[in-house]
């Protein structure tokens, strides 16, 4: 049997709509293709089934889904990113929703199957759960499934793999390494939502302090350019050698973790890897500092060796748990080591998530109208292009167009 919806509490609904008609404000994007194609209904009659971080501008394009036709069933794909009061108003707006803020992973992965119970035909996926889900457990689903849709660089990585052992059983869409998404949404929506979060929770300062960086990514630069940008004094942590001198070069010192440890104040890991910073790097660190982790997963920072190195836990601040080490220095973890800008914050700005879910749309509707053969596909060019044209539009901004002159010149090789 299947729910219509697994929530915390439908009297929060009131609230919820206020952040929703908040977001909506400031995506204009996503508004000229609602309009555009909401009388068309390119959508009709399918169901979408999107695992994505439960809030406000999330829910933004969840409706806009709806608005198009689509039948819309969204599990929250972090238990910490969910916001209860925004799934209730998707519930009052007619989405079946599965989630609850704080929910433990054996509700998460319930909620899942929830979701699957609706047997969706497009899938959009944030960490690449749901489809590992899919191939794990339904694969019943597979023969109805038109293909899906990838929000994040952690996903993507996990559906190469799934491409590279011969096991993705239908087509996905990077919508991540789309230039209107990675450009600004990794590199500048981190960029500012890791700070807001961290300023927000702790009501510290960040000029002066030596600032960490584990991964000098899209999100690792964002987030690096944003600290120097307040004062910070940063710190680049790498495995990539191109990646470490072109942080040096954007004037940041480059040390690894053992060295980076015995100094940093604030570390914040974005790699999308695994124990970036472990037991022995905890025992290195200096009273006081902050702990933080923006990659998709909470593994980044390992919280078991925090457990481990330390005689005591205490919550010091919302969102703040502090481990006490036996000779009484205070390691402070933001945000249970989850996704800090969303566990402690509102995630990105609403302009960036425009940008991203406007992606993620017309990606879903491109999935619909074309037949692909199972595998990994970039977003077409024309889309990416789009999604960016109709941003500078919205904008009021114009740029210059090549000259029939141009297009020849730079077509050419012979003068
Ligand atoms: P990216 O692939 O551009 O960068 C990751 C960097 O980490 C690479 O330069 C790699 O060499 C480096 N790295 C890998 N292992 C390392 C280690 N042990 N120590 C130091 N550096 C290491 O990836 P991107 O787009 O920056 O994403 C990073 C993570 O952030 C992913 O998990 C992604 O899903 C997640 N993400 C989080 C967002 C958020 O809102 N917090 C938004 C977008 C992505």
Redo the contacts with the bound molecule.
Sequence with gaps: MKNEFIIADINLAPEGHRRIEWAWQYMPVLRLIAEKDSLRQPLSGVVIGACLHLEAKTACLLKVLRMLGATVVTAGSNPLSTQDAVCAALVEDGIHVFSRRGMTSTEYTDNLREMLKWDPQIIIDD?GDVVSMIINERRDLIPNIMGGCEE????IMRLRAMVAEGVLPFPMVAV?DAQSK?LF??RY??GQ??WDAIMRTTNLIVAGKRVVV????????GTARRAAGMGAKVIV????PH?ALEALMDGFDVLN?EEASKVGDVFI?????TK?IRKEHFQNMKDGVLLCN????DVEVYVPDLADVSVETVKSRENIDTYVLADGRRLHLLGEGR????AAGD??PVEIMDLSFAMQLLSAMYISSTKLAPGLYNVPDELDKNIAELKLESLGLKIEKLTPEQIRYMASWRD
């Design positions: 960490g994040t660089t952690t996903g991540n990675h949404d990794n929506g981190t939502s890791v584990a991964g000098y990514g899209w999100c690792g630069k942590v790498e495995v990539d990646k973790m890991s974005v790699t999308g890897n970036v923006a990659g998709h997963f996704l800090v800008n969303l995630g990105h």
